[in-house]
């Protein structure tokens, strides 16, 4: 149930929102906000510079198709896939999101590119938003965690979506994130034009 409730004075004419638009748009857009709400666009950087020991999923292999997805607010961006249990990608994975917002953790995710089938997550993590807004973190590693690799059942499943969960060394990831005031946010990946050595 959507429920728009205004509060007129003489001469005002309500806001109407449209079925349309509810179809078109993610979850945070499609919160109802009053008119004079001082929504402002923010951006949510979130550099990724490598990862370390990045567990292989399928046993026949000792590698994997790695990428990274980072969300939040209703946006989400992938990096590059890049075959190597320990990637280089140099990107910088930028979300473009509206202030004020409901959601209070971005969720970062490891995944195991597959051609044929759904891809399989390695592990992940999640940022607090009010610890970094406004903040650089630094750059940091990340271990990744998830259930013993030879599982997969019900409890994996969380273990592997939910890293805090985990019991399984999967890795790691070398990254910093940063957020700022910005009008004209998009959500984007771009290379970035140094590395750590």
Do not use: C
């Not at 509810?22 to 979130?46: C, W, Y």
């Amino acid at each position: 149930v959507k429920l728009s409730i205004s509060i007129l004075g003489p001469g005002d004419k309500p806001f109407r929102h449209t079925e349309k638009e509810s179809l078109t748009k993610g979850i945070e857009d499609n919160m109802l906000a009053p008119v004079n709400m001082n929504v402002k666009r923010h951006q949510v950087v979130f550099q990724l510079y490598r990862g370390e020991h990045l567990a292989p999923l399928d046993l026949s292999s000792d590698n994997l198709d790695a990428y990274v997805r980072v969300s939040f607010a209703g946006q989400q961006i992938k990096s590059s896939v890049i075959t190597n249990r320990n990637p280089t990608w140099n990107e910088s994975l930028e979300l473009g999101i509206n202030l004020p917002t409901m959601s209070k953790k971005i969720k970062v995710e490891v995944f195991d590119h597959e051609t044929i089938g759904s891809d399989r997550i390695v592990g992940g993590f999640d940022v607090d938003f009010k610890k970094i807004m406004g903040k650089n973190s630094g750059t940091k590693w990340a271990n990744i965690y998830g259930a013993p690799l030879a599982v997969e059942n019900e409890m994996a499943t969380l273990m592997n979506k939910f890293g805090n969960r985990g019991t399984f060394y999967r890795g790691r990831i070398l990254y910093s994130i940063y957020t700022m005031d910005n009008e004209k946010s998009k959500t984007k990946k771009k290379q970035m034009k140094f590395s750590f050595p």
